[in-house]
């Protein structure tokens, strides 16, 4: 079946500081990635997606690339804000399974 | 355009006892799903629905769990009788895709925030 692998947090950071959270995968089928993220007290959005090999997605000054040949889709952003604490979750469906699996989430703190 | 709407949102009650919550997809999305998400994981999929036909409840616990979506729109979760461990943010989302296809975005509500004691 599918399923997600992301770094363990908790991540802290200080403003500007660059921020990557990895994201690799397993998957049956052809997978679409997705990167979700919950703001304190609101539920799930999602922050950007790819849904082939090299694709990159972007959103908000994130981005992450599709990367086949390493099963990965890590999340990075070049100058992180206090704004950007939040929890983000790596998640995927592939072609054979549509329901979402995630990862285990990353928390991200960033001080100013 | 609104977001998908879910009720309530926080839900306290004693083990054994029985509870329900509700979902309102945004509209015209074909695809609903009710997601269970246990405090420090990620969310896992309890019952897909395309329109108002079950897809997937391979993960539903039966014999306490049950869904329905009547007319293809609204949903409720039930859960009867509750478990300490059923103690989790239950999540709905819905898609646009009439066949919840792989490429879909899936756009969540708030949740319902569940304590079991």
């Known amino acids: 079946g599918n399923s997600v692998t992301q770094m363990e947090g908790p991540v802290t950071l200080s403003e500007e500081a660059f921020l990557t959270i990895n994201c690799t995968y397993t998957a049956t089928g052809y997978p679409s990635l997705f990167w979700y993220v919950q703001y304190p007290g609101e539920g799930l959005q999602l922050l950007l997606k790819?849904?082939?090999?090299?694709d990159k997605g972007s959103n908000k000054g994130f981005e992450a690339t599709y990367r086949k040949e390493t099963t990965s889709f890590h999340l990075e952003k070049g100058s992180v804000q206090v704004s950007d604490s939040a929890v983000y979750f790596c998640a995927l469906t592939s072609s054979n399974d549509y329901k979402l699996s995630f990862g285990a989430g990353t928390t991200v703190t960033v001080r100013a | 355009e609104a977001g998908v709407a879910q009720s309530p949102r926080y839900k306290i009650i004693e083990k054994r006892q029985s509870v329900a919550f509700w979902c309102n997809p945004i509209?015209?999305?074909?695809?609903l799903y009710w997601y269970q998400q246990i405090l420090g994981q990620g969310p896992k999929l309890l019952i897909q629905f395309q329109n108002n036909g079950v897809v997937d409840d391979s993960q539903l616990p039966k014999d306490r769990f049950s869904a329905e979506r009547l007319k293809g729109v609204d949903s409720t979760l039930k859960i009867q009788p509750a478990k300490l461990e059923d103690s989790a943010v239950y999540l709905c989302?819905?898609?646009?895709?009439?066949?919840?296809?792989?490429?879909?975005?899936?756009?969540f509500g708030p949740g319902t925030r569940l304590t079991v004691l």
């Open positions: 509209s015209g999305h074909a695809t």
């Open positions: 989302a819905s898609s646009l895709g009439a066949s919840g296809g792989n490429t879909d975005t899936q756009y």
């Open positions: 790819a849904t082939k090999a090299d």
